[in-house]
């Protein structure tokens, strides 16, 4: 008994009544900041009452609500990946890694919570990536920007060679057995087998088999262009009459749509160039270009046109194809070409015609009405020189950007350009030594985005797991790179398909009732603490209003984006608050029941009802870790601002509700009005 009696008279002395007006006047203060931010309108205009009478430059508050996508709109886009270089197996993890760069890139731009979300439609990876409040889609674009595809390439020492015996033998025999699978298929079609079904089945390309081998409209897809020529007699419902073989594919094909598309004609030209014109590569002067134009049109007719194309024309090859442009639409050329050739009549040659390109003549050589096909067929690939020879001058390495640990601004320090240094992990440190080892004085291509900007030439093997790109980059160019590499380069390519700028998904009519229908909520929780719980459920109602400007304040100041999943997270920490408080009440009436003392009674509520709180939201904040650190970021923003109001509500239940009941239970108004305080027995402290 003498150990227990030593024990609690070491406990800590009372808190006196100063100290606890000194704890209310600094709540008060903190109450006054956070309700300033949460909401500024009203302090703003206190400010300028301010200002005006005491002549001082009080700065508003500006700290406005970030909200999401779902409730103020922005911008949304869809990207298709290409895949084509990864292995199947391996296609879902190199479409997470895009998702996480993306989402890491628009973080860095200042845009919170932004939605990527990737998905498979048939035989194609698509990403969707939406921005709340960018409303400018080229500016969401731009935001994401061409996240570099970083990669090492090695020369292609048999990128030039010819085939081997053994290789054309292969060749020869696999087209060979494609043609009589073509003609098989032919004669099935013939019989009565559906095409749909055919191409399901034979189809190489994967896209044209899962449609079932509608290859849409043709007329304007130039890989088609044989089966648009061949099927302009044909009505929707007819099979094209034989086996169709354009030197890629062969195709067994029916029309499915017909519809008209106008004029179309073919053209030849001749073409004069002058130097600084586009794609030029002549050095005379604009005006000894158009004194040669004209010399040449004084010798042109319709009948030796072609004979002076082939002798004068700048356009590369047209000695050989006598400027012959094949049959093209409006449209199709630029404009001041498109008007002269089609203002011709049919064998007639132009004047002189001016574009950007240079000067031309053109000469109409034929004209007709064309119509654009749907079709439908079965397409078999034919095998070529290049399936067998990698022709590419440069061939991939293991080594790209998915080993880049560090990318970094620097500066040469013999030249003092800007440079970007690049630090690679353990297993591209590894890959980088040896293919260095392996390609000793030999160069070795740095390719950004598909195109080479730095091929230095290996001096000696490099075991340090460090690179250097270098080229014409001003310090914001290098910088913007750095930045972007370091944001993680993109396991595969992305090709920008669809855009738009997209509405908030609640309109402002139903956002406006559900904050009406959450108010009345939330007054009818206060009325009910008030009634259930007295002088205690007045102090809640102000520890609640405390707790809400001091999340709100955070949510402003960091700040979070809200979306419908985040309100539901504030809404739901509000109830867990509320239930702090009940806990905490319900523990002082048992207190109150023993016939304690007042200040004793509080005392050993809160100590009794602290390890039901903590225990409850400390295993809420373990989901709220989980939830953000391993899902999408729609559920993150739920996670976040529950854990932030989980935070909060256990400092304004145990701090700011235990502060100002204790100050009540040391005055004589408790003692007075015992009824209002849960029991009518209470005894004086």
Partial sequence: MAYIYRKKSQQKAPVTRKTLLKRIVLILALFILAG???YPAGANTLIDGWNRITSLSIPHVEYPLVLGLDLQGGSHLEYVADLSNVPLDQRGDAMDGARDVIERRVNQ????????????????WRLTVELAGIRDVNQAINMIGETPILEFRIQNEQANRGLTEEEQQMLLEANKAKRELAEEIFKRAQAGDPIQSLSEEYSDDETIRAAGGDLGWVLDQRQYIKLKELGQDLNPGDAYPMMVDDGQNFYIAQVEEKKDAGQEIRASHLLIQWE??????????????????????????????????????????????????????????????????????????SDVVETQFGFHLIKKTDERNVSDLRVRAVVLRQMTAADILNTEPWVRTELTGKQLKRAVLDFDPQTGAPIVVLDFDSEGTALFAKMTKDNIGKPIAIYLDGSPISIPTVQTEITGGQAVISGSFTVNEAKLLAQRLQAGALPV????????????????ESIALSLKAGLIGFLLVL??????????????????????AVVLAIFKIIPVTMTLSGIAGFILSIGMAVDANVLIFERLKEEFRTDKPLQVSVDEAFKRAWSSIRDGNVTTLLVCLVLYTFTSSLVKGFALTLGIGILVSMFTAIVITRTILKLFVSTPLSRALPWFFLHPRNKAS
């Fill in 109 to 124: 731009m200042g845009v919170s919570e932004p939605l990527v979300q990737t998905a498979k439609a048939g035989d194609q």
């Fill in 527 to 548: 009325i009910f603490m008030i009634l259930f719980y007295r002088i205690p459920g007045i102090i809640s109602v102000f520890a609640l209003a405390f707790y809400v």
């Fill in 493 to 508: 390519p992305i090709e920008l398909i669809a855009q738009q700028t997209v509405g908030p998904t609640l309109g402002s």
């Fill in 36 to 38: 300033s931010v949460s």
């Fill in 276 to 349: 600084g014109g586009e794609q030029s590569a002549q050095s005379r002067t604009k005006e000894l270009a158009l004194e040669l134009m004209e010399k040449i049109k004084s010798e042109v007719t319709p009948a030796n046109f072609e004979e002076k194309v082939m002798e004068y024309s700048d356009e590369p090859g047209a000695d050989k194809t006598a400027g012959d442009l094949d049959y093209f639409r409006r449209g199709d050329m630029v404009p001041p070409f498109e008007d002269a050739a089609f203002a011709l009549t049919k064998g007639a040659v």
